[in-house]
């Protein structure tokens, strides 16, 4: 039996289309329906982990949380992870499959693939009542159509219908529909089924004459007008979000008081270029008493409270890029606290040695760190990926939860100590994690997400205020308490934005 399939298309990157699957998958939820989420190639730097410890894109496992369901490696089977301008690494079913450059990979690897890719989406269609699926960027890329496995192969092979999604926000949202469905084959176009205009703001009445003449020339309905919601909390896909991040010179500019309860606390990241899973940080933002920035030159550091290095997809690169930029005598400096995510903990060690070449084209080679912990990576082929709850060294209420997502293993050297102990998901024994100085001013550790740990963000928030100087935090944000409500909350202005029954009898219709 054929299994309903809706996929969300858009005119181009960052339109919504993974949060408005999100919210979709908890409409059919709240139904009743067994509905899963699925993107057969996702290209994003940020990834998380799932309890059988593969690595999938962030916004499948947002979406499988908001249809709740638990995420696994076939709602997102290939997993594209940039490494330079021209190369990436591809995570197939949850693992490292190889390294590839972009030409090599549209042009010859992406058949190959696909396969896997159809075997993955038939396995969740048989245990669920509905598919909601993504697409990549837009499905009109003419360019790369032949070897597309995510967009309108991926739809025929499902046999969804589809909804196109544009975004007013950008401009041209008119052009950008009209232009997607008409650069599509006939074949292609009569599987878009309506159109949404999402992140309208104003008076939708100035949209009417638009919209009715959208209709006529594509014969197609528009099942919604989605106004922007403010304060959303619910984290971003990929890099094009990124073009909208908190800089310095945003969020800093003019004097701060340092005297009241509701004096800011400064933390600054510092923007690497192949910076990974900043949503690592969206939950910091969201404190009443936090300024969080993403620090683009080396001089904003004398500016923040708090210095973090994040993690990265290229470790050695970004060093180098710290390095040459000027950031390392910044971090050296900074006399607050100072921490380290993933790559970033990496970096503020004594070395870094890659003897396989993961990092460096097969080329073995040995970085120095920044000296700052006494530590020492090694890279390695395999890459760790698990969730894990572990409990800090010497802080109050500072258990937390989060994955890893990492190559290279730790070496401690004398005058080094465990940031934490962790145990990671399935495993009954408990092992070292990160690294802290004798003073507990500079600190790391691999564990993505553990700042989206209320109780633990919060004893973070107050040792950090206490080092700086800072009264303790008037008010806190209870972030993992209210995610549930932030996706409901999205939920509620769908169900107000769209034509949910002409949506119902798309999916009704294929039964």
Aim: hydrophobic share 40%; proline share 4%.
């Amino acid at each position: 039996m054929h299994t309903p399939a809706l996929m969300v298309l858009g005119t181009a990157s960052h339109t919504g289309k993974s949060i408005i699957t999100a919210g979709l998958g908890r409409i059919f939820s709240d139904e009743g329906r067994r509905v899963a989420p699925f993107k057969a190639q996702n290209m994003s730097l940020n990834s998380a982990a799932t309890p059988e410890g593969h690595e999938i894109g962030r916004a499948q496992a947002l979406q499988a949380e908001a249809c709740r369901v638990t995420p696994r490696m076939e709602m997102n089977p290939v997993l594209i992870k940039p490494s330079s301008e021209t190369g990436a690494q591809v995570v197939l079913m949850g693992r490292v499959w190889g390294q590839v450059t972009a030409a090599d990979y549209f042009k010859h690897r992406t058949d190959a693939l696909f396969p896997s890719v159809v075997e993955s989406y038939q396995r969740l269609a048989a245990e669920h009542e509905l598919i909601l699926l993504e697409g990549a960027g837009s499905p009109a890329e003419i360019n790369l159509r032949a070897h597309d496995i995510v967009n309108m192969r991926m739809a025929h092979a499902a046999e969804a219908d589809c909804v196109l999604v544009g975004d007013i926000d950008r401009g041209g949202v008119f052009a950008s529909l009209y232009g997607t469905v008409e650069l599509l084959s006939p074949e292609d176009r009569a599987r878009i089924r309506g159109f949404i205009i999402n992140k309208f703001r104003g008076d939708e009445s100035l949209l009417y004459s638009g919209v009715q003449m959208m209709e006529e020339r594509l014969g197609i309905p528009c099942v919604g007008v989605v106004h922007f919601l403010r304060d959303l909390g619910l984290e971003e896909e990929d890099g094009v979000a990124m073009e909208d991040r908190r800089t310095a010179a945003r969020v800093w500019a003019g004097s701060r008081d340092r005297t009241s309860a509701d004096a800011q606390l400064r933390i600054g990241v510092v923007a690497l270029p192949h910076m990974a899973n900043f949503t690592d940080f969206d939950a910091l933002g969201m404190e009443p008493s936090v300024s969080l920035a993403f620090l683009e030159q080396p001089e904003e550091a004398a500016l923040a409270d708090v210095l973090i290095l994040p993690g990265t997809k290229q470790t050695v690169d970004d060093l180098h890029w710290l390095e040459a930029r000027g950031f390392a005598a910044a971090v050296a400096r900074h006399a607050g606290p100072l921490i380290g995510i993933c790559g970033g903990f990496q970096m503020l060690g004594l070395s870094i040695e890659d003897p396989h070449g993961v990092e460096s084209a097969g080329l073995a080679r040995s970085t120095e760190g920044l000296g700052l912990l006494a530590i020492r990576t090694v890279m390695d082929r395999a890459k760790t990926v698990r969730r894990a709850v572990g409990q800090a060294s010497g802080w109050t209420a500072a258990t937390f939860s989060g994955y890893e997502i990492h190559m290279g293993e730790t070496q401690y050297e004398d005058g080094s100590q465990p940031f934490s102990r962790i145990r990671r998901e399935g495993e009954r024994e408990e092992i070292a994690d990160g690294a802290h100085d004798a003073s507990g001013r500079i600190w790391g550790s691999y564990i993505h997400g553990l700042f989206d740990d209320d109780g633990f963000r919060h004893s973070f928030i107050d040792g950090a205020r206490r080092a700086c100087g800072l009264p303790p935090a008037a008010s806190y944000a209870a972030v993992t308490e209210q995610r549930q409500a932030r996706i409901d909350r999205w939920a509620d202005h769908l169900r107000k934005s769209l034509k949910l029954d002409v949506i119902r009898g798309w999916i009704d219709g294929q039964r």
